[in-house]
């Protein structure tokens, strides 16, 4: 079942296709609780609404809180507000946050840069307006998954505007960082643990027009020229992820900077684990144990100030 299928296979794969796959695991893999409340809503962005899911932990009520703005995984190609919709809620309940999730632009219908625009206008919306969501704005983090977390790696390195206020953490979660070269893990793991090889060049050709250069920091996080000035960074990976070095590359990339990072690389663990909680019984407790670290850290946090 958590076999991504043959190299040709996955190539071939038609961009519906690849989406109806991803929202078949996901509902297998991931049981919905019940959350304080759950609205459905927009923001602006750059070429018209977005739409936003805000998610109320249980007891949370009409309090401020901290808060966390969520960009699902899918390769910027699939995914959805509805199939991560058990990740978002989980990690609402156990981080004790309002999280915000983004229903930003995907490829091809629009191809690269529209959805690291929509996550860097959807995120500057939120953070100016951070009280009427019921968020504290010194306790707003960026949160992603997969291509999600290049995303919300993006949106940190893009963060620069002296009128917003500084965001207090990222959380990268099995992080695509670095499509312009080869890893160990890539080539390890390239076939076979879920996510590969053939499926990162399948997204890719769907996500990037003709010619975009893979070192863009906007689509390689880590070939960033430097990374000063960061939040503090919460980063899981798993150890059968081909994804799994250049995640530890960025953690040690952000430490040299002066960011503070927890780093984990679960054993036994494949791409995706933290939305397979029903079908790998420990991925339900390792999901619940990002929640608490996420609460731990915003609650610790009263806002990171740039160097």
């Known amino acids: 079942m958590l076999a991504a299928g043959t190299a040709q296979s996955v190539l071939d794969q038609t961009i519906e296709e690849r989406r109806t796959s991803l929202a078949d695991l996901l509902r297998l893999g991931v049981r919905a609780e019940v959350v304080g409340d759950c609205k459905d809503g927009t923001v602006p962005g ?11 932990p249980l007891g949370g009520g009409t309090d401020l809180l901290p808060g966390l703005v969520f960009f699902h995984g899918g390769g910027l190609v699939a995914g959805s507000l509805d199939t991560h919709d058990g990740i978002a809620r989980a990690l609402a309940n156990t981080a004790r946050c309002r999280l915000i999730a983004i229903d930003y632009r995907l490829g091809p219908e629009h191809r690269f840069p529209a959805a690291v625009n929509d996550a860097i206008a959807a995120t500057r919306y939120v953070a100016r307006h951070a009280g009427e969501f019921g968020i504290d704005g010194a306790r707003l983090g960026v949160c992603g998954d997969s291509a999600g977390a290049t995303l919300a790696a993006a949106v940190c390195q ?45 997204d890719l050709l769907h996500y990037l027009p003709p010619g975009t250069a893979l070192e863009d920091p906007r689509v390689s ?36 900077a002066g960011t503070s990072v927890q780093f984990e690389c679960h054993a036994g663990m494949v791409h995706l684990f933290y939305g397979l909680g029903r079908l790998v019984p420990r991925a339900q407790a390792l999901l619940k144990q990002i929640g608490q670290q996420i609460k731990d850290l915003l609650d610790a946090q009263g806002g990171f100030v740039p160097r």
């Open 46 to 56: 750059p070429a018209g609404p977005l739409p936003v899911r805000v998610y109320t």
């Open 158 to 202: 893009s963060w620069l505007a002296d009128d917003l206020p500084a965001l207090a953490l990222q959380v990268l979660l099995c992080p695509i960082l670095d499509h312009s070269r080869p890893t160990a893990s890539r080539q390890t793991y390239a076939r076979g643990y879920l996510v590969g090889e053939a499926m990162l060049a399948h």
């Open 221 to 256: 996080p880590l070939r960033a020229p430097t990374l000063s000035a960061q939040p503090p960074a919460l980063i899981h990976t798993a150890e059968y992820d081909p994804l799994r070095d250049e995640a530890a590359a960025y953690a040690d990339r952000l430490r040299m």
